[in-house]
């Protein structure tokens, strides 16, 4: 084992003990007006403030020419093709949830997709009534009955709390196409995969942060609401809670 996988492992056994204690915590000190607990909000601002600027000049300029040079067709399949490589992560946490359904969905969306649908550029399933469904470990620990954890913002990945933190850390290492591509030595495959899905996600998100930006009081307030009612909505599996940016496959 190298040095460098000693220290990944410690960290992740470091940051899921943390969440796990702090979660705990978190299921009955969340905010007064329902939201997540915030305990370190100076902390956050700062580097919230500092993900910002790094948003605006580098991530939303690469967006929106991202959205300038193709058509909505070409973003589509894009999508598309991104979220059915993700279908192995959400099969894997649909059964650790005990989902039965959940997971014979997924399955299915794969298997049509990936065959009926050209590796997944077609979302066939969709149309055939089977929606996408997206779950990550971040949600199992909240079907296990972990709570929340403390609000936190991730340098360049922006708002979390320890509990979806560690979920994100999760999925990354028990992600099969990752471990494939790293066994294989094809680490940049995964690179492109990842830089790929934060930019897709990003312009999918280009008028949902400008409103937030123009018209909220409080930005960081407004994001944090956010932020807690999308993952709300998503424990939950339904629809709801505006959607922010998100980019778990790192």
């Known amino acids: 084992?190298?040095?460098?996988?000693?220290?990944?492992r410690i960290a992740l056994v470091t940051i899921m003990f943390s969440s796990l204690s702090l979660g705990l915590y978190g299921c009955s000190n969340n905010n007064a007006d329902g939201g997540v607990a915030d305990p370190i909000e100076n902390v956050n601002r700062h580097i919230f403030k500092?993900?910002?600027?790094a948003d605006r000049a580098i991530l939303e300029p690469v967006a929106k020419g991202y959205r300038a040079v193709t058509n909505e067709a070409?973003?589509?399949?894009?999508?598309?093709?991104?979220?059915?490589?993700?279908?192995?992560t959400i099969i894997g946490n649909e059964l650790l949830q005990?989902?039965?359904?959940?997971a014979g969905n997924?399955?299915?969306?794969?298997?049509i997709n990936t065959l009926a649908g050209f590796g997944g550029i077609l979302d066939l399933a969709t149309e055939g009534g089977i929606e996408y469904q997206p779950e990550d470990f971040g949600q199992t620990l909240a079907k296990w009955g972990l709570?929340?954890?403390m609000y936190i913002i991730l340098p360049l990945f922006?708002?979390?709390?320890?509990?979806?933190?560690t979920g994100k850390l999760v999925d990354s290492y028990a992600d099969p196409l990752r471990i494939y591509l790293f066994n294989i030595d094809e680490e940049h495959i995964h690179y492109t995969r990842v830089g790929s899905n934060v930019v897709s996600q990003r312009e999918d998100l280009i008028e949902v942060i400008n409103d937030l930006r123009k018209n909220s009081f409080d930005y960081y307030a407004a994001v944090r609401s956010a932020y807690h009612q999308r993952r709300?909505?998503?424990i939950n599996d339904s629809n709801g809670g505006a959607e922010i940016p998100n980019y778990d496959d790192f």
């Open 1 to 8: 084992m190298t040095q460098q996988n000693s220290f990944k």
């Open 50 to 53: 500092g993900n910002d600027l």
């Open 74 to 88: 070409v973003r589509t399949v894009t999508r598309n093709f991104l979220r059915n490589l993700s279908s192995p």
């Open 98 to 102: 005990g989902d039965l359904k959940g």
């Open 106 to 111: 997924a399955t299915a969306r794969f298997i």
């Open 147 to 149: 709570g929340d954890g």
């Open 158 to 165: 922006g708002p979390s709390t320890l509990r979806d933190a």
């Open 232 to 234: 709300q909505a998503l």
